[in-house]
């Protein structure tokens, strides 16, 4: 144990140069930024960061969604004021956003 963090002397020195050397006790946010901290070979950090891309891959594809939608609800809107579109079909047929 090292005496001064309480910890096994492995993962004592492990954080010790983590904190000297990166000043923080935040997870990368990026690949990347794992990569110039030293991290990618770290057990630990290896699998938070297979998780971070599965995640952001996710968030890509939801807020592709979530723009898509958006767009067609602006289209919609553009319909009701130039063209006189019905109002109320077209605020019935948003409801397919919800589900």
Do not use: F
């Not at 809107?77 to 589900?99: C, E, F, P």
Request: aromatic share 12%.
């Amino acid at each position: 144990m090292l005496e001064h963090t309480g910890l096994p002397d492995r993962l004592g020195v492990y954080w010790g140069w983590y904190l000297l050397k990166c000043h923080s006790w935040m997870p990368p946010i990026t690949r990347s930024q794992a990569e110039q901290r030293g991290l990618t070979k770290q057990r630990i950090v290896s699998r938070y960061l297979e998780e971070l891309d599965r995640v952001q891959l996710n968030g890509y594809y939801l807020n592709k969604k979530w723009n898509d939608a958006r767009q067609r609800i602006n289209e919609d809107i553009h319909n009701m004021i130039a063209k006189g579109s019905d109002v109320a079909q077209t605020l019935r047929s948003w409801t397919r956003y919800t589900q």
